[in-house]
């Protein structure tokens, strides 16, 4: 996994531009706001800190146990819903 963390500038840049679609936000107790995403075509995972910046998680081609996307776990949930 390659992470990147962003400003509160850049997430408002990022999850408003046309490149990105949200898939979903998970608001758990206690826990950043996490949201499923693409951005550019990439699969990512963005987690809001409490300033409003926030890290942005993406795959990586070393991660072989990964099947090439974070996503999968999620995809497969929701086509099972």
């Known amino acids: 996994m390659n992470a990147t963390f962003i400003n509160h500038t850049e997430f408002a840049e990022i999850i408003t531009s046309e490149s990105c679609v949200i898939h979903s936000t998970i608001n758990a107790p206690e826990a950043p706001e996490m949201h499923v995403a693409t951005v550019d075509g990439v699969d990512v995972l963005i987690f809001v800190d409490a300033a409003g910046g ?28």
């Open 54 to 81: 926030a890290a942005v998680v993406q795959g990586c081609h070393l991660d072989h146990e990964s099947g090439g996307s974070i996503h999968s776990h999620a995809r497969a949930i929701n086509a099972a819903a």
